[in-house]
């Protein structure tokens, strides 16, 4: 397989790096998802979180935190700005009550429905270029780089 035609717009992309195209794969994937969920009003950690949401109703801030790889205040600051919006709402833990389960609202399961689409439209871009062959050889290299750093 050749080499593709890539401008470089800084010094170190001269260099072949992994990391430096799993960084810019990954950057530009973000972006079309971004630019996917503005017009819904949403940012990548909201649909995430709704996301993980509808995986796991009643999950807690520590879930969030550990799936979504973020720090504890801004779970708090994210989900408070869900509540306000009506997409979740907080119910005490059962056996903790100073603990609490997050729950998706049915406004909260409309929006997830429509960020799923949007993420979806967005990836299908990139897997779109790849055969399912060079697709499974991509995600087999990509989990051996994961593993290498867990």
């Known amino acids: 397989m050749g080499k593709q035609s890539h401008i470089p717009r800084f010094p170190w992309e001269l260099e072949d790096s992994n990391t430096l195209l799993i960084k810019l794969a990954f950057i530009n994937i973000r972006r079309e998802i971004e630019a996917a969920l503005r017009p819904l009003g949403l940012t990548p950690q909201q649909s995430q979180s709704l996301h993980l949401l509808s995986m796991m109703p009643g999950a807690m801030n520590a879930d969030l935190e550990k799936l979504l790889f973020i720090d504890k205040s801004s779970v708090t600051s994210l989900i408070n700005g869900m ?34 689409n949007a993420v979806k439209q967005a990836k299908d871009k990139s897997n779109q270029l790849l055969t399912d062959e060079e697709s499974a050889t991509l995600q087999a290299l990509l989990r051996k780089i994961i593993n290498a750093y867990e």
Do not use: C, F, N, P
């Open 83 to 116: 509540v306000r919006r009506e997409w979740v709402v907080r119910r005490d833990h059962d056996q903790d009550a100073r603990m609490k389960r997050i729950y998706l609202t049915e406004k909260g399961k409309e929006m997830y429905q429509k960020s799923s």
